[in-house]
């Protein structure tokens, strides 16, 4: 059936001159990398060539600039720039024309590097009468980074002539005496003071000063100066996000930014991504993920390596994400790659090395305990173990015969390690700039192999990360930007899944048989056909599977200063290509079985028989790859005037066109156009307008597209004259207020599920009885015919405070309500006869909570400085409107009952039963009502649940919505940074709350229900007849099967919240003295610790885990040592 899309042609000429510009482009940034490095010690013989002979000494610097790499810096205070040169060559050398062009003028100059500094020639300058004092010192910034270029001035005498740092950070100056007072200024950093004294040497850290740097955020399709942000918008450090001895970088978010929820269900290597939502779920249907863009293309966060990010930042409101139209729902995460800098090339370097380790792994007892146990809950005249039995497996007697197999043990290794390095070289001119970033890392796996063999079943991951951005300025007004990145990626690991590994290593007895044989024989239980597998052969002897991903990643922009029309217009157009590929091939090998010994004959051999010959060669099992393409323009118009100094009007104006391929019949495709418009008067009233008129090829016609407009008010108090004398308490102070329309063309359900499917399989049955059937076509799914997309109303309320210029509070409160969400018809009777009945835009939810941040950073003197960072997330969802029977209306069975997406479903416990509720007989006394969830009798110490209909009898139909989730309702986090000196000290924390887990119920086995399994070493914590007490872990348990104890019921809903120590870290940089005579901007070593410990109620696995029973891959806890330096 032919469907009416989006049209826009495909342009394969485009595409390949496009291609060739990208290759042109790359070989000319190698090249160019190359001769920067080559002819760096040449520069200062770089030609200039001049308009006239006749030129200011500033036009003459600027020309310079113009033409070289250099930068010229000399203090404005120190050194009049104000007179003209007369020069006898309009092109010479640089060293000539300063030459020249300062002779007379008592300047002297230095090449330092990439700058030229000035200052006035000592030698030739008129000394002031009375005793002087030469001072000397060296200025950073607080990561301990040299600052060329810094004012050093008198101010107890102007008359003094000040000096600036060199390229190196040094200043010598002489002052009259030390009742001297120096201030020490630049541009981005806040003055410092400094009184003389006694000392003539200083080492001088400026603190940054946000509000002179006019810090810039990134935000939806652009950027914006913070102080005019009026959205919900978190940025993050990228630096901060680089913790950790995992590949998937979204580890790392939870507790970092607010309003992020991150969860990481797993530690192993290549499946460990985290799952992250922004202010949690809000839809019980559709997708709930984040929409993710690298510089402006949707892209998967994964797939980047920490060292490429240039800037993080979260779209959270409607006002950041209703530009994004039908992808802004769940919120945006807006990431940019590095760029490249004017200036020699800077090499950055970093290796880092870890051991990693299970965060915690279950506990279970061992055979001999596992055995007297099952005697004591069995009828003592028929035990099924003899104390022999017991005795020699405790003592070890014969191993092979009486084993004690801790099976989670035997089927991982106690650590594993992975290699972390990437390399970032950045510099460039004023006509071109480039940043490459390449990144390797390696990570193993703790599921146990065997050596033996021919072949490798070991967990390995190897991925390799490649990035190269290039800005060439074509004209004065002009840039061309070209981004090319990607990424392979290649995983091995055992045949089996290590999930099936552990879950059967949870559920082989300790005493049923050895690892492995002495003689090599592997043991495995046959029972009906069916081989029960040996666990630790799963891991090591039935083959591997091997998959490689990877993808190329391609951006080109031209950019066009459109000033010449009228000041602050721009122009963009982007255009992007993106190729994935994913192969995977698999290789089974089927070993020898035999059955566990019985026995040994009388020259001790074991006795045991082969169940299973089996084959020695390795097979070629199932394989395949598939691949996707993505396509996306962008075309964008900016303008951004300042009118009268107090008018500020920022616009914005895009059309974008996506198109993704996944080689299905057809592809997938959007297109939008995007505004914004911008006001702020005199930088304390601001107002927003946002929208986006977006299409989705998945709707029918006439329902594809959609507009989503936002608002936003902001007002900055702190900013209005009567907040004039606070300002040295409260800096910043900011009010704001949004509300908008965003919405989500990921639904669910089957793609086109507007048009109705047609069935040609099963025909149609007749008949009183069905037992008449003729083949021909049938009606499928009904189409929907008003399918759209899920609509999000948002709004917004929060505030920003500063005080002290030290302690930065960002509070906001949000309130979400989400319709339009697809689902299946609930209420159409059976007897209308749909084979399949009809879905519809039918649910809605709310969804409302607070986030924060609080951030408090002080230079407290020249040797110490410290920060501290927290964050904190609540989000309570709750479905409002459900396609349900009227009779679950109301009732604990009903969706709309106040609950959350995904609550917790089972029986309410009420407590155990006692003696007292007994009779004589052992029924149950009137008044209890009797309970058919499970077969046997009931008695002392079972669960006792709720009739919650009242209808006097316990059944299924009691089951309901229990209350919790697994989705934290809260998140948290912080940390804290020390720097002293050399020395850096940081440690992070993180935490959820208010989340919950039913372990066991009826979907695993817990001990004493009458099935084979582990036992947890906490089995004494346990109702008995000698401990009837009510607050036990276990109820009482029972040798055999016991389905009323392990229903899935608030008894066995376990709280897990946590808090973890997610890192701490410990840092030195060498003294740049040492460093200089090795041509080292910078070496820093360091020791991390990354999930080393945490703490909760819930004690037998790691907390965060997505497991009932605990058989999944553990998190990792990792010592990594590392090396960091700068050239």
């Known amino acids: 059936m032919k469907k009416s899309l989006l049209i826009y042609g495909e342009c394969p000429k485009i595409v390949k001159k496009t291609f ?8 000319c940034m190698f090249v160019f990398v190359l001769h920067s490095f080559a002819v760096d010690s040449n520069a200062q013989d770089a030609m200039v060539e001049l308009r006239s002979n006749n030129l200011s000494i500033e036009e003459l610097f600027k020309e310079i600039e113009k033409q070289t790499d250099y930068l010229i810096v000399y203090s404005t205070s120190e050194i009049n720039s104000n007179f003209n040169v007369s020069l006898s060559k309009r092109k010479a050398v640089v060293a000539d024309l300063l030459n020249e062009a300062l002779k007379g003028q008592n300047l002297q100059y230095k090449f330092s590097d990439n700058y030229i500094v000035l200052r006035l020639d ?4 008129e000394k002031k009468p009375g005793k002087a004092i030469e001072i000397s010192g060296t200025v950073y910034d607080k990561n301990r980074e040299i600052l060329p270029g810094v004012n050093i001035s008198v101010i107890t005498d102007p008359s003094v002539a000040g000096t600036i740092t060199d390229a190196d950070g040094h200043f010598y100056l002489k002052v009259p005496d030390k009742n001297t007072v120096i201030e020490i200024s630049y541009i981005g950093f806040k003055s410092q003071q400094i009184k003389i004294g006694d000392k003539i040497n200083f080492d001088i ?13 990134v935000t939806g399709y652009g950027s914006q100066k913070k102080a005019s942000v009026i959205g919900a918008i978190e940025t993050i450090q990228p630096t901060k996000l680089q913790y950790g001895s995992t590949r998937s970088f979204s580890n790392n978010l939870a507790g970092q930014v607010a309003g992020v929820i991150a969860v990481q269900r797993t530690g192993e290597p290549g499946s460990d991504n985290s799952q992250f939502w922004i202010r949690g779920l809000s839809s019980f249907a559709g997708n709930t993920n984040p929409l993710v863009l690298v510089d402006g293309v949707e892209r998967d966060l994964n797939n980047l390596d920490p060292a490429e990010i240039e800037s993080f930042s979260v779209l959270k409101d409607a006002s950041a994400s209703a530009m994004y139209g039908v992808r802004g729902a769940n919120g945006v995460v807006v990431i940019t790659t590095k760029r490249g800098q004017v200036g020699a090339p800077s090499v950055n370097f970093r290796i880092e090395h870890a051991i990693s380790t299970p965060t915690k792994l279950p506990d279970y007892i061992g055979a001999a305990d596992w055995m007297a146990l099952r005697n004591e809950l069995s009828d003592p005249s028929s035990l099924p173990y003899t104390q022999e039995q017991i005795d020699r497996t405790r003592n070890g007697y014969d191993p092979e015969l009486y084993p004690d197999v801790n099976w989670i043990d035997a089927v991982t290794k106690d650590h594993a390690y992975s290699t972390r390095a990437n390399l970032t070289v950045n510099g460039g001119s004023t006509f071109l700039r480039y940043a490459l970033v390449a990144s390797y890392y390696n990570e193993k796996g703790i599921i146990e192999t065997d050596p ?28 061309l930007r070209i981004n090319i990145g990607g990424y392979m990626q290649e995983h091995r690991g055992p045949y089996y899944s290590t999930n099936d590994i552990l879950f059967n290593a949870f559920s082989r007895r300790p005493w049923e048989y050895a690892v492995r044989y002495s003689n090599g024989a592997i043991p495995h239980i046959e029972s009906s056909g069916t081989s029960i597998n040996n666990p630790w052969a799963m891991a090591t002897q039935y083959g591997y599977k091997t998959n490689t991903q990877s993808q190329i990643q391609s951006l080109a922009t031209l950019e066009q200063d459109l000033k010449m029309l009228t000041p602050g217009l721009k122009a963009k157009l982007s255009f992007s290509f993106d190729s994935y590929n994913y192969s995977w091939r698999d290789r089974n090998a089927d070993p020898a079985r035999y059955t566990p010994a019985t026995g040994r004959d009388e020259d001790g051999n074991l006795i045991i028989n082969q169940s299973h010959y089996g084959s020695e060669s390795l097979g070629l099992g199932s394989g395949g790859n598939y691949g996707t393409k993505q396509t996306y323009m962008e075309a964008t118009m900016t303008y951004h005037r300042l009118f009268g100094d107090v008018h500020d009007l920022d616009g914005l104006f895009l059309y974008n066109q996506q198109s993704y391929d996944n080689g299905s019949v057809q592809p997938f495709r959007k297109q939008g156009i995007a505004g914004r418009l911008s006001y702020m008067y005199d930088s304390r009233y601001i107002g927003e307008f946002n929208f986006g008129y977006n299409g989705s090829e998945n709707f029918a016609k006439g329902q ?4 989503f407009p936002s608002v936003a008010l902001g007002w900055l108090v702190s900013e209005e004259p009567f907040m004039e004398s606070t300002k040295n308490i409260i800096h910043k102070l900011k009010l704001k207020a949004s509300y908008g329309k965003s919405g989500n063309d990921n639904i669910g359900g089957r793609r086109f599920a507007y048009i109705t499917t047609v069935n040609s399989t099963n025909g149609y049955v007749f008949g009183e009885n069905k037992n008449y059937t003729t083949s021909g076509y049938t009606e499928g799914e009904i189409g929907t015919n008003d399918l759209t997309w899920e609509v999000s109303w948002k709004s917004n309320v929060g505030f920003e405070l500063g005080l002290w210029d030290a302690l930065n509070l960002n509070v906001d409160v949000f309130h979400e309500w989400r319709s339009n969400i697809f689902m299946q018809r609930q209420t159409i009777p059976n007897l209308t006869g749909f084979i399949s009945l009809p879905y519809g835009n039918l649910g809605k939810m709310e969804n409302q909570g607070v986030d924060l941040s609080l951030g408090f950073q002080k230079q407290l003197n020249k ?40 609550t917790l479903w089972g029986l309410i416990a009420d407590r155990l039963f006692t ?72 440690v992070f924390f993180q935490g959820m709350g208010d989340t919950h887990r039913i372990i066991g119920g009826g979907n695993a086995w817990l001990p004493g229900t009458g099935n084979s399994a582990n036992i947890f070493t906490n089995y004494q914590d346990r109702w008995t007849e000698e401990n009837p007490s009510q607050d036990v872990f276990y109820p009482r348990l029972d040798a055999s099967p016991n389905e009323n104890n392990y229903r899935a019921s608030t008894w066995w809903k376990k709280d897990m919240s946590f808090l973890r120590c997610k890192t701490i870290e410990l840092g030195y940089n060498l003294p740049k003295t040492a460093l200089s005579k090795i041509r080292l901007k910078s070496l820093r070593v360091y020791v991390n610790c990354n999930n080393p410990f945490y703490f909760s109620k819930f004690k037998l696995w790691d907390p965060e885990l997505n497991t009932s029973n605990g058989t999944i891959y553990p998190q990792m806890a990792s010592v990594q040592m590392g090396l960091e330096l700068n050239f």
């Open 20 to 27: 060739r510009v990208m290759r042109a482009a790359f070989f």
């Open 122 to 125: 000592q030698a030739m300058e």
């Open 205 to 217: 850290v400026l603190e940054e000063d946000v509000t002179e740097l006019g810090e810039v955020v």
């Open 452 to 479: 033996s063999l021919a072949y490798d079943t070991d967990i390995k991951l190897n991925r390799y990360n490649v990035r190269a951005n290039v800005d060439v300025d074509i004209t004065k007004s002009t840039t």
């Open 704 to 707: 594809r597209f959609g507009f």
């Open 863 to 902: 040797d110490w400085s410290v920060t501290f960072n927290s964050t904190f997330t609540y989000a309570k969802n709750k479905v409002t409107e459900y396609d349900e029977p009227a009779s679950l209306a109301g009732t604990y069975r009903s969706k709309t009952g106040g609950g959350s997406i995904n």
């Open 915 to 986: 003696e007292n509720d007994f009779n004589p007989d052992g029924s149950l006394k009137d008044g209890i009502p009797n309970q058919l969830v499970g077969s046997g009798n009931l008695r002392p110490g079972d669960i006792k649940y709720v009739d919650r209909n009242e209808d006097g009898v316990v059944t299924t139909e009691d089951e309901g919505y229990i209350g919790g989730t697994v989705d934290p309702r809260i998140v948290y986090g912080f940390g804290a940074s020390v720097i002293y000196r050399n020395w850096d000290f940081n």
